[in-house]
């Protein structure tokens, strides 16, 4: 067949395509209602709308048959950004396109079958120009939709982030208390909750990142905010398992230590809560990434302080500074207070004889000037030397 054949077919073809575009686009958005869920059972995109877009995405597309082309994808990538501006799934537009995709093929073979004459060049020269048209528009729709979806998570998460500040700080307006705050940010409006503060790797960077969706996944529900120095969040923990899952969490995730404060149940009380939790982390290290606020009253009451309790442990323990083994000494007496006083547990822990204990904590009361025997004295020594451990 001559290239002019080929040319006049072609042609035809286009001609008949472009004459069906309207009400191809009537049926290709009638399709789309009926064979994909989301656009029958959600109202975010009306059927006015799916038409005109179903409409302009074949018009486009049989444009494509004049030729190689420049494409205006205005269209297409407006057709993006709407549905991404409606929340319509990505992989749910897809499927519409696909949907187009077999609806635009039916007609041209319908065309090729009603002109029994329709040479073989001609409909791949049609075919190749359908498909570079479509892949120019998909390509065109989908950038507009991750661009308008990045810009929405962007002000969502800014969003969330002045909510949760607004919920932290006590901020409220008349249209927004504690309650209608913490119910646009997903968050149940009874508790018990804990506030959760970890420290951040470096400035402005997340200490536990992707922590809502992790907890989500354990229908856990928090909101979180990002400080210079501290991730903080509040969660939902309405179970002792919740709790259980979101301190194993934490510990899997941290790396810089975190810190828990105990359980309230009003949402008035988050500043409280906040503070603890701050204290808390203060009190983590390496041994102890994980600092509940009651679960660890002398490494919290070690750190609350940091100048002056320095000064009460330099003021206890000053006698032991030169000593050449304070080390040993330390260590014995941590072991020692870990087992509950028990010498012998201490010596098994510490692979030496209980007498070996015993000469060690005698030259600790020796040094300090105070006895393991008398309860004042003996609170003093395990303060200062865990103030000696969490400070130094």
């Known amino acids: 067949m001559s290239a002019q054949r080929t040319a006049e077919q072609v042609s035809l073809i286009g001609t008949e395509l472009v004459r069906r575009t309207e009400q191809l686009g009537a049926v290709v958005a009638s399709a789309i209602r009926d064979e994909v869920d989301f656009y029958r059972d959600a109202e975010v995109v009306s059927q006015d709308q799916l038409v005109e877009s179903c409409t302009d995405n074949v018009r486009f ?7 190689p082309q420049t494409f205006d994808t205005t269209p297409a990538a407006l057709t993006g950004e709407s549905r991404a501006q409606s929340r319509v799934p990505l992989h749910v537009v897809m499927s519409a396109y696909r949907i187009g995709s077999h609806h635009i093929w039916q007609a041209l073979l319908d065309i090729v079958e009603a002109h029994g004459d329709i040479a073989q060049q001609a409909l791949l020269t049609v075919t190749e120009r359908i498909w570079e048209a479509q892949d120019v528009y998909t390509e065109a729709m989908t950038s507009g939709y991750r661009r308008r979806a990045t810009q929405q998570a962007v002000a969502d998460e800014a969003e969330r982030a002045a909510l949760t500040e607004a919920l932290f700080s006590g901020t409220a307006s008349a249209n927004h208390g504690p309650w209608e705050i913490a119910d646009l940010l997903g968050l149940p409006t009874r508790g018990p909750y804990v506030v959760v503060a970890a420290r951040t790797p470096e400035l402005g960077k997340h200490a536990l990142p992707g922590i809502v969706d992790i ?24 179970s002792l398992a919740a709790h259980a899952s979101l301190i194993a969490t934490l ?22 809560a906040l503070r603890y939790a701050r204290i808390a982390v203060t009190g983590s290290n390496a041994s102890e990434p994980v600092v509940e606020f009651e679960d660890s009253v002398l490494g919290i009451a070690a750190v609350t302080a940091p100048d002056v309790n320095l000064r009460l442990a330099d003021a206890v323990l000053g006698g032991l500074a030169g000593v050449a083994d304070i080390d040993l000494l330390r260590q014995t007496f941590r072991v020692w207070v870990g087992h509950r006083g028990s010498i012998p547990e201490a010596a098994a822990a510490l692979f030496c004889h209980p007498n070996t204990v015993r000469h060690r904590l005698r030259r600790i009361e020796e040094c300090t000037g105070r006895s393991i025997n008398v309860p004042l004295e003996l609170a003093e020594l395990c303060l200062a030397f865990e103030i000696d451990s969490r400070l130094r």
């Open 251 to 272: 510990r899997r995730m941290s790396s810089h230590g975190v810190g828990v404060s105990p359980q309230f149940d009003a949402l008035a009380e988050i500043g409280t």
């Open 61 to 67: 597309i049989f444009g494509g048959l004049a030729g």
């Open 215 to 238: 907890l989500r996944s354990a229908d856990i529900y928090s909101a979180w905010r990002l400080l210079p120095e501290l991730q903080i969040g509040i969660v939902h923990v309405p």
